[in-house]
């Protein structure tokens, strides 16, 4: 942790002049017709399924419908092809919507809609679409989950292309089942199908990986990251907020990294869990090269907060075969009672400089939703350097978005960000080779701490004793209060200069057991405070 705390310090002590944080504004907007329009809770792109030389993107419409629009130089809200569900009994066609690239070696870029019969149900299906000049509509090839020991509730409802996970050159693709029930367990959940590419592609996964008892739910987001090791194998990352940690830290999430080969890992190779009970790490996931060095790097939303103005976080690791799995930055957007970054993320280069941004989606902000955008290359920092927010109220703008690459023909890539309530509507965003980093945040009164300042206890729920490890700009002057419900104090630690944990044996000032039950620890230090809830058995 230390590592990374000195590289975040660092960071934004090397951040570019101050300027102004950007607004950015829609090329276009669509609304859905009506109430139950729901237009763009799913949407994704589809690369240049017709090779015109510009990006297209699909959104899921009414529950029974894809409408994909195809790029254009001119700004459109008409869809340009409509795809209908290719079951009669289905009712929510579309719940489920991912680019798998080219898995059947074509040339051109592949997608995945999920279904299911009604909403929340058990029958779910899936259906692959080959890109083609001349596009049919037809679903090319039929997935279902496996139901032979477990439900299959969630099945497509996310995925992915990996790459070439087994070195056969065609690229290949996972479904994701988080809610895959094993041997009736409700504690351990979760599927991933690896299928690979092939010409043409088959319906039998090639490899299972189901959620056991190191890792007791799987399969929330997966992502690929390319050759990790070295060895001509794509690699792959998944993550899954509510996982539960090594010592059974309630929903401390996890983010696993699977090597490929021939055959490709079941078990991961390396495995970073939340830093707490309920940090929720991996409640979001995305991949791109943030440090420079041609490996992608991993971006995880976190329910990690930092108190006062911070209720919740990104975590951003730098991947190489011998990463430790402390975090390289840490993001923290605006701050404020509305804050929730990380729960959607994606990337673009929407400056044209060659380095992909990070996008985030912050769908609660003052009920209505807006749009982060934090910029890759010379001088970037862990600021935000433009932001969208014409969201309706309680519309959930950045619920989900896109990279749709290059949808005008300017030569830069482009971005659209969706709502996912009420009749829903489509937001096409423009990237423009004038972004420029901010360096700064526009709001003063949430300012972003320069170090994390984190107080990590463990064990957690205690018996005899805890230790109260601390990471905090300063190394002197910090001081832990240990505080009961009732808001009296029963031991306080003064840690000397460097000092950076703290053990309590659950007694008091006074050498007497504490009774069982909830405490509070608090870390106060020059112009900062951060607590931590402590749970104390007998």
Known sequence: MKAALVALLLLLLTAPAPAQVQPLTA???DTGDTDSTMLGPFVESIGDINQDGLSDFALMVGGNELHLYLGDTQPDTLSDIVIHTPDSTFGWFGYGLFNVGDVNGDGYSDFIAGGMVTEYSDQRYAYLYFGEAVFDTMSDVRFT??????????FALRGAGL?????????????LDEGYLISNN???????????GGNPPDSIPDIFIYADSTLNRIGRYIAPLGDVNGDSYDDWVMSHPQCYGPQEEHYAGVVAIYYGGNPPDTIPHTIIYGSAADAMMGKALTTLDWNGDGQDDIFVGSAYDFPPNFYSSVWEFNVSPNMTGQPDHIFLGQGGTFNCIGNFMFHADLNSDGRQDL???EPGWQL??????????????TLFDATYYQGNFDGYLGHRG????????DGIEDMVIGEGNGPGRIHVILGDDGLHQSGVSPFPESPLPQTAVLLKAYPNPFNSEVVLE????SLKDNIILIYNLGGQEVRQFHLGYGQKRAVWNGKNASGQDCAAGVYWAKLTGPNYQVTEKLTLIR
Do not use: H
Request: net charge negative.
């Open 402 to 409: 896109c990279n749709i690459g290059d949808t005008n023909n």
């Open 186 to 196: 409700p504690y351990i959940r979760g599927a991933i199908y690896l299928y690979y």
């Open 27 to 29: 090329w276009w907007i």
């Open 470 to 473: 601390i990471t905090a700009p």
């Open 163 to 175: 790459g070439d996970v087994n070195g056969d050159s065609f690229n290949d693709f996972a479904i």
């Open 359 to 361: 996008i985030d989606g």
């Open 145 to 154: 989950g496996d139901s032979t020991s477990g439900t299959t509730g969630n």
């Open 368 to 381: 209505a939703g807006k749009v982060y955008v934090f910029l890759n290359g010379t001088g970037q920092d």
